[in-house]
């Protein structure tokens, strides 16, 4: 029997090219959008709807789930966006809204297919995070806390999620080509004295865009990560990695073994 995927956000960019990768490759994808019924006819896996911003939008989602399906093999956390703008001119809310969906809505989701996951005794959490869950950048303060509070909450739930048979793991792609730029929110309100700064923002961040990678290269990392047994945590993604990351890495390499050992002995 083919394994079945439910991936969030699978209208647009990442998460369309992966439900598409994996259900070329025989697997059964149900995918989810704000508006399915937009985009159900000009794809070839199931679309249902959700929004990670609504607590009624998710319990929906969630009876339905496991109507659609006896079991679950797999969770792609992928439904997300970006606030962009300098950190003191973003109005605390719009920095509220970016954690409350691409943190809280992610958190909903995977406490809501848990239960079946931790009954049934198997199954795996992919979460798409980003190089900025690593490494902060300047004029995208709110969308870095929040990749890095995912990276820092599925860290631990991997230790938590071990005994059930429950792999646990992120992807961090660094710059690709998807609609993120069009689809992301700034601040209206500009505070001069950051004219400088966002003129040097301004035109490395054009220069990213401009050289940002196909994001074919995440679905297949993702197809990888899927076909693996006991993937590991961190998948980086991209071209643009630096030496810096490679040194947390390690780093943390480090750190997750003395972890380990420290639960084994108690
Ligand atoms: N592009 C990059 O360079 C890059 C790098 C690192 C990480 N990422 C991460 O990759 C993920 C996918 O982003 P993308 O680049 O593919 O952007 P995208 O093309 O804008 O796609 C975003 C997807 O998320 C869904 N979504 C957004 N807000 C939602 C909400 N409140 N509730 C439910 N679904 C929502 C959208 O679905 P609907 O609008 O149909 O609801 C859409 O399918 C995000 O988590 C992003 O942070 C992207």
Known sequence: MSKNILITGASSGFGLLIANELHRNGYNVIGTSRNPEKIQSTVPFKMIALNLDSEQSINTFSERIFKEISQLDILINNAGFLVS???????????????ETNFWGTIKVTNAILPHFR???????????????????????????SKHALEGYFKALRYELDEFNISVAMIEPSAFKTNIMDNSTSPFNKIEEYNSLRGKIEKFTDELVKNAEDPKIVAEKVLKVVQTDNPKFRNIVGKDT??????????????????LKQLNKS
């Open 85 to 99: 703008g300098i950190a003191e001119e973003t109005p605390v809310e719009l920095g509220r809204q970016q954690l």
């Open 119 to 145: 009954k049934q005794k198997f199954g795996k959490i992919i979460t798409i995070g980003s190089i900025i869950g690593l490494v902060s950048f300047p004029n995208a303060a709110y969308y870095a806390a």
């Open 242 to 259: 630096s030496v810096l990351i490679n040194l947390q890495h390690f780093a943390y390499g480090i750190l997750e073994k003395n972890v």
